[in-house]
């Protein structure tokens, strides 16, 4: 069975970093592309980055672009997100995910993803 679990997440001051990971078991790790959402409280899940198989192409929504970076190690079948400079309106629940077969090329559409994480709280504090 398909697994995807992620780490990494937890309590961190406004301006601070944290390293979230996203280990894989199974088929998943082959899928072209791999990315991580999140859901704040009472809001709906948002694109944050997606990544190729390779690592050569990199996606990032506007409000994280120049903190965020997403990156792959296909020999540890695990992806990772660096985020730096956090604000408080990064807390949220990430969440990892493998687009599936039916791909058409909207990484940043949640509807596009098929196996999913079972998300870690990042909380960021002012």
């Known amino acids: 069975q398909v697994q995807l679990v992620e780490s990494g997440g937890g309590l961190v001051q406004a301006g601070g970093s944290l390293r979230l990971s996203c280990a894989a078991s199974g088929r998943t790790f082959s899928s072209y592309v791999m990315g991580w959402f999140r859901q704040a409280p009472g809001k709906e899940r948002e694109f944050v980055a997606a990544i190729t198989w390779s690592g050569g192409s990199t996606y990032y929504a506007d409000s994280v672009k120049g903190r965020f970076t997403i990156s792959r190690d296909n020999a540890r079948n695990t992806v990772y997100l660096q985020m730096n400079s956090l604000k408080p309106e990064d807390t949220a629940v990430y969440y990892c995910?493998?687009?599936?077969?039916?791909?058409?090329?909207?990484?940043?559409?949640?509807?596009?993803?098929?196996?999913w994480g079972q998300g870690t709280q990042v909380t960021v504090s002012s």
């Open positions: 995910a493998s687009v599936g077969q039916y791909y058409s090329g909207t990484y940043y559409d949640p509807r596009e993803y098929v196996y």
